[in-house]
């Protein structure tokens, strides 16, 4: 999709065939594609259920610290009080955000030099789903956003929604660190010219890959060789740790069209709050880039704002005195269970595991042809026995079921990794427990379970 090419943006209708035959209404109304579930959260109920007949569920699927147990500073809430006081807490607020905290991250970030920003190139929405969401829904319906694979469940979600149509991918190299095929990524955008733009999501969700600073640079330049826009997810952008280093949008983006992809949910960490927001970088660049986030901010206006308190309260939490040490502690903890987790698994043989550097997430490949369906675990309550065996009765992805035997045997709670659009076989799970002998017990119980499940029927 060259820049010369008019149809980024989804302002044309199309219309709707009428279906013969139906029912109940005149033709589906249903998109292709609607029917995707989001298994982080499907898991839950599985996980209910089986807590309602007395098993101990470890939750281990939803990157929330809260939910987790991480204790937010009496600071932190101290800011939120004050914050409440006021009565400009209770309004609304400018479309874009609240102008104050908006002159605030433009000013971060021009501070930094690289890419510099106005308070207008920031759009807030409510929670980084939202902004995803809006992202993908403002294309054209047959411009594409090529995606790494696997892939952060809300990106898919939101270009299969948009596209009605399977999402266009580049490969994270598991038997390489997770590293981006950058060649493979380079040659579909050449074959595939309705693909528009290049999502990186650093560091990575599902698999704690924190890209290098030339590796960001080579993806710039096949964007500005092929015409393309750059979409960042930099949601865990400071969550590294394990000494690696890497390198913001902004400062590698130089005059390609690109948008920054932010939120609080994991740094402060207030998930509840859905406040995340977009930085855009070179609006005023190219014209075709530029009606694209008009039309993403004509959107928003639909909605009025974004929630207010949430914004009021990022100068005033960033900048307190026990900021820094806060989040170094926590990054501190988040790299000591990926050491432990990594640990755990490395010598496993049914498994390849790559050490997490960012982010809290840690991802699990099973080794190719080594999972069949006649494989379980023995689980002592009978009425979970025959709840997991039901559900594993039914055609599913091969480590689908194996979380869910996973799950009834030892309560342990992880998502499997086919649910992150992609065809290798693993399970994702968080590095969030707070206490490290649990954390410890847990992966124990993993390595030992995966030998078992496997063994069971090779």
Not at 303 to 317: A, F, G, R, Y
Request: one cysteine or more; charged letters at 20%.
């Amino acid at each position: 999709m060259l820049w010369n090419n008019t149809y980024i943006c989804n302002s044309s209708a199309h219309p709707i065939p009428k279906v013969r035959g139906s029912e109940t209404m005149r033709f589906d109304i249903c998109k292709i594609g609607s029917g995707k579930t989001y298994e982080i959260r499907n898991i839950i109920a599985i996980a209910q259920k089986l807590e309602a007949q007395g098993l101990t569920v470890h939750y281990e699927n939803i990157g929330d610290p809260v939910a987790k147990g991480e204790k937010i500073p009496l600071w932190m809430k101290d800011i939120i009080n004050e914050i409440i006081a006021s009565d400009v807490a209770f309004a609304y607020c400018h479309t874009k955000g609240v102008a104050s905290t908006r002159e605030y991250l433009a000013q971060k970030n021009n501070q930094r030099g690289g890419c510099q920003i106005t308070p207008e190139d920031i759009i807030f929405f409510n929670g980084l789903g939202d902004a995803i969401a809006r992202s993908y829904s403002a294309l054209q319906i047959d411009a594409r956003v090529i995606l790494p694979e696997p892939t952060y469940t809300t990106h898919f979600l939101s270009e299969i929604h948009h596209a009605s149509f399977p999402p266009l991918t580049y490969k994270m190299l598991h038997q390489s660190n997770w590293h981006p095929d950058i060649a493979e990524m380079e040659n579909k955008v050449k074959s595939y010219q309705n693909i528009v733009g290049i999502l990186v999501i650093n560091p990575d969700n599902p698999t704690g890959f924190v890209y290098q600073k030339n590796t960001l640079e080579q993806i710039v330049e096949i964007a500005k060789a092929n015409d393309l826009f750059l979409m960042f997810d930099e949601t865990y952008i400071n969550i590294i740790y394990n000494d690696k280093k890497t390198a913001l949008l902004s400062d590698v983006v130089g005059d390609v069209p690109a948008l920054s992809l932010k939120s609080i949910s994991k740094d402060f960490p207030w998930p509840g709050a859905r406040c995340g927001w977009m930085e855009v970088y070179n609006y005023n660049k190219n014209e075709i880039f530029k009606r694209y986030i008009d039309f993403i901010y004509h959107q928003k206006m639909s909605e009025v704002c974004s929630t207010t308190l949430p914004q009021i309260s990022i100068p005033k939490i960033i900048e307190h005195p026990e900021y820094k040490n806060y989040i170094k502690q926590r990054v501190g903890q988040y790299e000591k269970l990926s050491n432990i987790a990594y640990n755990a698994l490395k010598n496993n043989r049914y498994v390849t595991v790559n050490r997490s550097n960012g982010a809290f997430y840690f991802t699990v490949v099973f080794e190719e042809m080594i999972l069949n369906n006649r494989q379980n675990l023995p689980i002592i309550n009978t009425e979970i026995a025959a709840f997991i065996g039901s559900l594993c009765s039914a055609p599913m992805e091969l480590d689908k079921r194996f979380v869910y035997y996973l799950l009834g045997a030892t309560g342990i709670c992880v998502v499997p990794l086919t649910s992150f659009s992609t065809s290798l076989q693993g399970f994702r799970m968080t590095l969030l427990e707070k206490d490290v002998s649990t954390f410890e017990k847990n992966m124990e119980t993993i390595n030992t379970k995966i030998n078992e499940y496997v063994e069971s029927a090779l």
